[in-house]
């Protein structure tokens, strides 16, 4: 059963994707990869719409090394306040390319947005709901496409057990990795779906660029860890939902690492994705890592920092 809702402080809004290209990228042994073999188009199943549905779509960037045994992947959903569709922005080869430096392939997935006119499926009911009594103003219209979001990303999953093998993909070891709405969904569905009795794939670890968890109360212990990174100049999803979010996982004793931009704004070039350089390495490359060491049995760093943009 769903617990109390926390009013949202703002509606997710639409991902800033900033004009840079893609940086150069290196494995954790620091030696260079080439760039991801990216596989376009793939349909990972249908969605409901209410003119009846429509194809689903993933992009693959997988590592160009050959395959010797089934590789994790990572689950990528993009921002863009469920109302675009941004699953091939800048930031994504970069993100793909640092994960397959660390063997790891990407799922870029498209989902179905407000446009789409979205229908739940009889599982997901009660979870626009939820979103609706949150605060009506801000999510009624929103809501069916947010909770379409995390019924397709659940889709994905699923996809990958059934085929993953024929692409060298481990549905054993998937991560989620979300910016923005995308953020908010991967939360949800790592950390929430349960409170609905909707079953789903547990990832290995999640990344969170400036989301929010919209339910208080549904992490529990045993659920996967999570690394936070939020702009504290953030003007559309507050700084104080990474708080709350860190607060949460310490309480229920889930691990996680936060690091807060100090002066960075919603979207990847507001928040300084592309330019800052933690230790040395991209954001992309240290955040890669973090996943890399949940999914080859690694051992992780849970740092709170606070980093200049």
């Known amino acids: 059963m769903a617990k109390p809702l926390r009013l949202a402080m703002t509606l997710i809004g639409l991902a800033a994707l900033a004009g840079q290209g893609a940086i150069a990228v290196a494995s954790s042994t620091g030696t260079s990869a080439p760039e991801p073999q ?4 793939i349909v990972y199943g249908f969605g409901a719409t209410e003119n009846g549905s429509m194809p689903l779509h993933l992009d ?21 306040g469920f109302v675009e569709r941004s699953n091939s922005g800048n930031a994504v080869p970069t993100i793909a390319a640092a994960l397959a430096a660390e063997g790891i392939a990407t799922l870029s997935i498209q989902y179905r947005l407000q446009g789409d006119r979205p229908a739940a499926s009889p599982r997901y009911a009660k979870f626009p709901e939820d979103f609706r009594k949150a605060d009506p103003d801000r999510f009624g219209a929103r809501s069916a496409a947010a909770a379409a979001a995390a019924e397709d990303t659940v889709a994905a999953m699923n996809w990958l057990a059934v085929k993953g093998k024929e692409f060298c993909l481990d549905s054993g070891r998937v991560g989620l ?5 995308g953020a908010m969904t991967a939360l949800n569905v790592a950390y929430a779906l349960d409170d609905f009795g909707i079953d789903a794939p547990r990832p290995r670890a999640v990344v969170d660029y400036y989301g929010q968890l919209f339910l208080d109360g549904v992490m529990d212990l045993g659920e996967p860890p999570l690394l936070i990174v939020h702009g504290d100049a953030d003007e559309v999803v507050s700084p104080s939902a990474a708080t709350a979010l860190a607060k949460s996982s ?15 704004g919603h979207g990847f070039g507001p928040l300084g994705f592309f330019s800052i350089r933690p230790g040395g390495a991209s954001m992309a490359q240290a955040h890669a890592r973090f996943v890399a060491r949940h999914m080859f049995d690694g051992t992780p760093d849970y740092v709170v920092q606070t980093l200049d943009r």
């Open 38 to 41: 990216k596989t376009g188009g």
């Open 250 to 264: 310490a309480a229920a004793g889930i691990p996680f690492a936060h690091t807060t931009i100090r002066g960075g």
């Open 177 to 181: 990795w979300g910016a923005s709405a």
């Open 60 to 80: 693959l960037y997988a590592p160009q090394s050959p395959c010797t045994s089934p590789r994790p992947a990572v689950v990528f959903i993009h921002g863009g």
